[in-house]
């Protein structure tokens, strides 16, 4: 006897428009037409709920893209990270949970494996459920991710159970990452790539500044450049997922960051190499910085189980970053592109998610020479305390930090050497322990002695420096 089975949607027809609707990527459409073919999904999937059970992931996708529409300036941020966290969660739980087998409980880590669902998003979702909200930033980031992964998880499968099982026309339209289209860009920017290293080694401008901006500035002036930054706006189309692809390529291996780097070894030959290129597509495409930068914040704060100090590609994402927000050079390209994101989002994204390289990326913003003068001083109001407390917690509470006012400290050193005071954080002084913080002196290193008063016999000793309250137990 056949068995009946009851779904919300009249035949799979009906699920297969959804689904283009959700991810519908057509050129010939206008940005409004695709928002609004993505709203009548997710009122689609709505009253599906209302009609009996959903798949999970059909209703993950609803909340999902229902979250990135509200994402809009006229919503409070407050309520934009808990519209993304509660989608993100329910999505990450739901799958988790449903896929427990046996009399044991396993570990969300365990059973996300088994599903193939990265890691990273068991530990965004502690946070979401444990910590403080992660920011807007990782949260748009982790759910464009979350949709990638139903797609190949859930919706592409769904023209196998078509009549036929034949493949709709526009699947490569439908599909959130082509991979076609990443292997574009590749062929695009390999011959761009292997190009420049020729130009680097030969030492396009003079001297000792051949791998840096001379050669930058040099190889702006051929018609490489300009080349290849127009293949990929055409390639883009002035589409936003497609302008995310590029950047995803952009920071593969072999690109923005050198394959087989080492923690502490220089990226002056890469930015000799990538910033003409990056600078022209920040022209010729109006939201390509922001996005660059979003997605080096991103991979700056991904919670990690490992030693971030010691990550040799979040350290190079760190020295993007500075020499994107720092460095002259992007001035011009800054000045375009401020309103987009301005200095208070990346200096409250790195706080949000605190390693070793987004606390050293946030003291040189608020504390160093980025910007102009005025920046400096409206960053320095609002962010000085909490990126004095950062400092201090990322050294584990043993030393106040200070800097001095504007104006003040002229004719300190340049560099590493902070003309505020905040000393260069070297990795391997976070694994030190507190015994090497000690000199021959019973000083504490690097610290006044009027600041610090330690008594050479055993027993407590008086700290006379700025004071760093912790919860009663917290080392």
């Known amino acids: 006897m056949p068995q009946f089975i009851i779904t919300p949607w009249r035949d799979m027809s009906e699920l297969v428009k959804a689904r283009d609707q959700f991810y519908r990527r057509s050129s010939s459409n206008s940005s409004s037409q695709t928002v609004d073919e993505r709203r009548e999904a997710v009122e689609l999937v709505r009253a599906w709920k209302i009609r009996g059970q959903v798949p999970h992931a059909v209703e993950s996708t609803g909340l999902l893209v229902d979250a990135m529409l509200n994402d809009t300036p006229n919503v409070s941020p407050w309520c934009i990270r808990a519209a993304y966290s509660i989608a993100f969660a329910r999505f990450v ?112 401008g003079k001297g000792k500044e051949s791998t840096s901006t001379a050669t930058a500035t040099a190889m702006e002036k051929d018609g490489v450049t300009d080349v290849i930054s127009k293949a990929c706006v055409r390639l883009c189309r002035g589409d936003e997922q497609t302008l995310s692809v590029l950047v995803t390529v952009l920071l593969e291996p072999k690109f923005l960051i050198p394959a087989n780097r080492t923690i502490q070894s220089s990226l002056d030959p890469a930015f000799a190499i990538w910033t003409p290129l990056l600078r022209s597509l920040s022209t010729h495409q109006q939201a390509f910085l922001s996005t ?60 949000m998610g605190q390693n070793v390289w987004s606390v050293k990326l946030v003291a040189e913003l608020v504390c160093g020479d980025a910007g102009g003068l005025d920046e400096r001083v409206e960053l320095r109001r609002d962010w000085a305390e909490l990126v004095r407390i950062a400092l201090a917690e990322l050294n584990g509470g043993r030393r106040g930090v200070e800097w001095e006012e504007e104006g003040e400290g002229e004719g300190e050193g340049e560099g590493g050497e902070s003309d505020d005071g905040v000393e260069e954080m070297d990795v391997q002084q976070q694994s030190r322990g507190e015994n090497d913080l000690v000199d021959e002196g019973g000083q504490l290193d690097g610290m006044d002695h009027d600041d610090v008063v330690v008594d050479d016999g055993p027993g407590w000793r008086m700290w006379r420096g700025t004071w760093i309250p912790k919860p009663i137990g917290m080392i």
């Open 292 to 351: 660059l930068v979003d997605e080096l914040l991103i991979q700056l704060t991904l919670p990690s189980s490992l030693d971030v100090a010691l990550d040799s590609y979040r350290e190079a994402v760190y020295l993007w970053l500075r020499y994107i927000l720092t460095d002259e050079t992007w001035s011009a390209a800054r000045r375009r592109w401020s309103a987009g994101l301005d200095m208070d989002c990346v200096v409250a994204t790195c706080l």
């Open 93 to 204: 739980t739901g799958f988790v949970d449903s896929s427990q087998e046996g009399k044991w409980k396993l570990s969300m880590y365990k059973v996300a494996d088994q599903l193939g669902l990265p890691t990273s998003f068991v530990e965004i979702r502690h946070r979401i459920a444990h910590e403080e909200l992660p920011s807007v930033t990782v949260l748009r980031e982790a759910a464009r991710r979350s949709l990638d992964w139903l797609w190949d998880y859930f919706w592409k499968h769904l023209d196998e159970r078509m009549p036929g099982g034949g493949m709709i026309d526009d699947e490569k339209e439908a599909a959130p990452v082509v991979a076609g289209m990443k292997e574009q860009f590749r062929e695009v920017l390999k011959p761009y790539v292997k190009r420049r290293v020729v130009d680097v080694r030969e030492g396009k």
